[in-house]
């Protein structure tokens, strides 16, 4: 579908602000990889053949009888048994000396009958965030070429932590940003479009709520329905929505009375069509200008929340737990660089990309 004449001038804005356009191009790439975290980073292969027939086990549960094993449990792919089954064809001498017969299968000396010759195509990571990694000495482990980021101090690879916790936090983010500013924007305009007794009402309410401590709600919330994602998501937009009522609503009031809206309301069309068609996006601009402080906010209030252990569950891949995990183990200097270098890019892209669509939106700024 072709763009509008005013997109497209909005678009070559955009793209001449070189750095704005570079930043979406980098985070792109970034988040467009950690969108395939689970085909980068895990401790499951992504194709197994076993016995001629194809397996996906990122995808699907398969339990260790299906490639000749004894237990009904989801098969460890990490575990030499298991390789042994699946490069064997399920020969029951693998649980005798695995690693041996992985060797033979590899040298071409093994022989039995019915042999058919398995193969697994691993993620470049063979560890999940949550995957204890089998190497020697005490937590948290350095760097080497099997731990590219480290270790930390439960074992678990920093690199595969990170990638899933990029994904984790982009997805939170723009999730409660685009709620609540769905909510704010609604609200704004309301109140600037009506005014009077309404705009009265909702500027008290407004007052009340945002004095409300948002952290304490939320702790309280978690010690009554337990930490959860989905939670964290409705309680952090339900705090978050104020942040574009005041912008929204100052624009909404100094256009109803432009000669532009007094037109459409003469010709009879209707207040949401003027609200939503006509002023809102005149008031876009002081909208996104907003918007990267709620992305960022967002962010570190997710960071902050699981940095102080009222965050996402225990389970789930945190930044901010990497953050704590730094400042608790000042001997393992890469937990810290690790984590700072993760907020700062991440940060810096999304302000930069903000802006950039700010300016591309304000008619008054041109780039050469």
Known sequence: MALSPLNQRRWRNFRRNSRAFWSLIIFSVLFGLSLLADFLAND???????????????????????????????????????????????????????????????????????????????????????????????????????????????????LARVIHGFRLSILFTLMVTAAASIVGVIAGAVQGYFGGWLDLVFQRIIEIWSATPSLYVIIIMFAILGRSFWLLVILMVLFSWTALVGVVRAEFLRARNLEYVRAAKALGVGNVTIMFRHMLPNAMVATLTMLPFIVTGTISALASLDFLGFGLPASAPSLGELTLQAKQNLQAPWLAFTAFFTFAIMLSLLVFIFEGIRDAFDPRKTFS
């Not at 699907?60 to 089954?85: K, M, S």
């Not at 999940?128 to 439960?154: E, K």
């Open 44 to 158: 499951k292969p992504i194709l197994v053949s076993y016995r001629g027939d194809l397996f996906t086990p990122v995808f699907n549960f398969y339990p260790e009888t299906t490639f000749g094993g004894d237990f009904q449990t989801e098969a460890i792919y990490r575990d030499p048994e298991v390789q042994c089954l699946i490069a064997s064809g399920g020969i029951e001498d693998c649980f005798d000396d695995p690693e041996g017969i992985i060797e033979d299968i590899d040298a071409g000396t093994f022989q039995a009958d019915d042999f058919v010759k398995g193969w697994a195509i691993w993620p470049l990571i063979p560890y999940s965030f949550n995957t204890t990694v089998d190497r020697p000495g005490a937590a948290p482990l350095p760097p080497n070429g099997q731990n590219w980021l480290g270790t930390d101090d439960t074992k678990r690879d920093v």
